[in-house]
């Protein structure tokens, strides 16, 4: 095993000596925010599953950036995408759409993507409750043990733009 010594960065970072390596765990949402802010969204109201894995992102966090990463910046996170999506709908007159999130206990992901506001359901095969509180998703994704998903599966919904 490896001896670690942790010591505070700048707001967000984390530096890390493991050895005689030092490095700096970073908040990875910024870069994290405009690689999803620049994708275009699918928009097919006649094929849910296309729209589904098409807007499908999914979002990991190692152990040291679990180490600093608090609830706080993961729903502002959630909630720059799920402003991103809007205006980038917006912006092309298209919508409405419904983003959601939730997280994968089996995969150790939390996960998000938008299908449009005409479809009955969300795309899930599972039973889902959807989640007033982003919280509540949020606490199960930084939870560091990984367990059997509840059921109903916790998905928080808003609808864009």
Same mark, same amino acid.
């Not at 910046?73 to 995408?81: D, K, P, Q, Y």
């Not at 997280?103 to 599972?126: E, I, T």
């Not at 367990?147 to 609808?159: A, D, F, H, K, Q």
């Given at each position: 095993?490896?001896? +670690? %010594?942790?010591? !505070?960065?700048?707001?967000? &970072?984390?530096? /890390? @000596?493991? @050895?005689?390596?030092? @490095?700096?765990?970073?908040?990875?949402?910024?870069?994290?925010?405009?690689?999803? %802010?620049?994708?275009?969204?699918?928009?097919? $109201?006649?094929?849910? =599953? =296309?729209?589904? @894995?098409?807007?499908?992102?999914?979002?990991?966090?190692?152990?040291?950036? #679990?180490?600093?990463?608090? $609830?706080?910046?993961?729903? &502002?996170? /959630?909630?720059?995408?799920?402003?991103?999506?809007?205006?980038?709908?917006?912006?092309?007159?298209?919508?409405?759409?419904? *983003?959601? +999130?939730?997280?994968?206990?089996?995969?150790?992901?939390?996960?998000?993507?938008?299908?449009?506001?005409?479809?009955?359901? #969300?795309? *899930?095969?599972? $039973?889902?409750?959807? !989640?007033?509180?982003?919280?509540?998703?949020?606490?199960? *994704? #930084?939870?560091?043990?990984? &367990? /059997?998903?509840?059921?109903? #599966? $916790?998905?928080?919904?808003?609808?864009?733009?």
């Amino acid at each position: 095993m490896l001896s +670690c %010594a942790y010591s !505070a960065a700048r707001s967000g &970072e984390l530096v /890390v @000596r493991t @050895r005689r390596l030092w @490095r700096i765990v970073a908040n990875p949402f910024p870069a994290w925010l405009a690689e999803v %802010a620049a994708d275009a969204v699918v928009i097919r $109201p006649d094929d849910i =599953t =296309t729209e589904a @894995r098409g807007n499908l992102w999914t979002i990991g966090l190692d152990e040291d950036q #679990l180490a600093v990463i608090t $609830p706080a910046e993961v729903e &502002e996170f /959630v909630r720059a995408v799920s402003a991103a999506r809007s205006r980038w709908l917006a912006e092309r007159g298209a919508g409405p759409m419904r *983003f959601y +999130c939730w997280y994968d206990g089996q995969a150790g992901q939390l996960r998000f993507s938008l299908v449009s506001a005409g479809h009955a359901a #969300l795309p *899930f095969v599972c $039973p889902v409750e959807p !989640a007033a509180d982003l919280a509540v998703v949020v606490r199960d *994704f #930084l939870r560091v043990a990984t &367990e /059997v998903p509840p059921v109903p #599966l $916790p998905v928080w919904v808003t609808t864009v733009p």
